[in-house]
């Protein structure tokens, strides 16, 4: 990729009879002549600034800029990161696919004896125990991440939960420092499971070969309990996926057998952190994203607007409308207590609009970077609502509306503000992703819940998943999905003109 750029710019200097070693001289000697052979081959990752200094010297034209822009997109990261950025960009954009039938997978199952079996026949033996009285599973995931390993197991889990509400399941997942497709992949793996309230995702983030040692990689920890003939059962299952040979699983009900592997794995588990936060509480959500909206920047992938790109007059006109007991009611959904006194859900009140007003003025310090779809910007124009408003608001009038849609036109027209909007036509994940950049990634999931007040986040501080996130949206996302300035600004009146 940085020999593609580089033979692009050198041969656009040959065709204007301009030699490499005048550029120092062409760019008023701002850059140093190895300054600039380290943008040209892609060492250094070409500025902003840079790039328009080539287009003019170069007189390059519409299709070459693009062309320009697309080599220096490429230019710095390697095959896993181009990688990276198309399975997110399927995620994002394509259609949700059924799963093909997996090739299956062999493994040796031990049982009183050795068998050769495959892992639909273990998952098939495991289920047929779902039948008993009071059964319940007890499931520790470790890895399991790659060749499809967690594909087979996914609707088993969520079967198991179906079936027995006391079951659950923890998974210890290992991010890496390097290897952005192993990231990213791992996150699209665990986001399936995310809704089941069973479902817990430990994470750590490996920083070199061996910082990390457990007994056992890629294992799968079952524990069954249940009731036949009134009389307490218990089988365990441990299915181990061996990197280089074939995966094996033992079976057995030696109590004092299972409290080995689970020390190990809880020995194992200390190293981790929780992924995962469910919280009710509005006030305590909204400081925590104050304090990380003031000190990082933010790119946002979303439906339509977020609360803080939200004037607080608007918030203010809109609660205007409540009578005395529906603020009394939305102010103890807030509280998650029950108010009864005018003055103290006036009281409650103001405090979410001055946490709001303040994360709205805080989006002007640091840069932010939404990504909305013109489906959910008509959605928001038709209904008054955004993608994640809470059921407790009323919808927003024609009007406020109409200013909640002008307040982003007119931030991302305005060369001096920090915001920028990227336009899509239309995004098939109904999630709310954040990332801030030098913290991690917040992804808001369980959209029914996050709509009654029940906030569920995924919270992976990884700086690898960072980047992946930052590099699709700075750089892929721009020149192959997204609507210039002047489109979406244009899209943005006709949505007006046409709704409000």
């Known amino acids: 990729m940085t020999r593609d750029l580089y033979k692009f710019l050198t041969s656009k200097c040959k065709e204007r009879g301009i030699k490499i070693e005048e550029l120092p001289r062409r760019f008023h000697n701002q850059y140093s002549r190895s300054t600039i052979y380290r943008y040209m081959k892609g060492i250094l990752h070409m500025t902003p600034e840079v790039q328009a200094l080539f287009v003019k010297l170069l007189n390059l034209n519409h299709m070459e800029q693009a062309q320009f822009t697309k080599l220096i997109s490429l230019s710095v990261y390697d095959e896993s990161m181009i990688a990276a950025r198309k399975v997110l960009d399927h995620f994002l954009f394509s259609p949700k696919e059924e799963y093909s039938a997996l090739p299956d997978i062999e493994l040796v199952f031990y049982n009183n004896d050795r068998y050769i079996r495959t892992i639909d026949e273990i998952i098939s033996i495991i289920q047929d125990l779902t039948r008993h009285d009071s059964f319940s599973c007890d499931i520790k995931i470790i890895g399991c991440i790659q060749s499809n390993i967690l594909e087979y197991f996914s609707d088993f889990i969520k079967h198991i939960f179906l079936v027995s509400p006391s079951s659950t399941a923890e998974h210890l997942v290992v991010f890496s420092e390097k290897d952005y497709l192993q990231n990213i992949m791992l996150l699209m793996n665990i986001l399936p499971l995310l809704t089941s309230e069973h479902y817990h995702v430990f994470y750590h983030e490996l920083t070199s070969p061996g910082s990390i040692k457990t007994l056992f990689d890629n294992t799968l920890i079952l524990s069954c309990k249940y009731q036949e003939n009134n009389v307490w059962a218990e089988n365990h299952y441990i299915i181990s996926f061996l990197e280089h040979g074939m995966p094996e699983c033992i079976s057995f009900d030696d109590q004092y057998m299972y409290n080995f592997f689970m020390k190990n794995y809880m020995n194992y588990k200390q190293s981790f952190k929780n992924a995962l936060t469910k919280s009710k509480n509005l006030t305590l959500i909204d400081n925590e994203l104050l304090r990380l909206e003031e000190k990082h920047d933010v790119y946002m992938i979303k439906q339509n607007n977020c609360y803080n790109k939200i004037p607080a007059s608007v918030y203010r006109s809109m609660l205007s ?36 007003d303040k994360r709205v003025k805080c989006s002007f310090k640091n840069k932010q970077i939404d990504v909305y779809s013109k489906e959910g910007l008509i959605s928001l124009a038709k209904t008054g609502r955004i993608s994640d408003q809470l059921d407790a608001l009323p919808s927003f009038s024609k009007e406020e509306t109409k200013t909640i849609l002008a307040y982003i036109r007119d931030r991302n027209s305005d060369p001096k503000d920090n915001y920028t909007l990227f336009l899509v036509d239309e995004l098939k994940v109904l999630d709310s992703i954040v990332v801030f950049k030098d913290y991690g990634i917040i992804i808001e999931y369980d959209h029914p819940n996050l709509l009654q007040g029940i906030f569920k986040n995924l919270t992976i501080c990884n700086q690898n998943l960072i980047d992946i996130f930052i590099d699709y949206i700075e750089n892929h996302l721009p020149i192959n999905h997204a609507l210039s300035k002047e489109k979406a600004t244009a899209f943005i009146n006709e949505v007006i003109r046409e709704y409000l």
């Open 321 to 356: 409308r409540l009578t005395s007991d529906e603020k009394m009611l939305f102010a103890s959904f807030v509280s998650q207590e029950s108010i009864k006194d005018e003055s103290l859900a006036h009281d409650g009140i103001e405090d979410i609009l001055e946490i709001l």
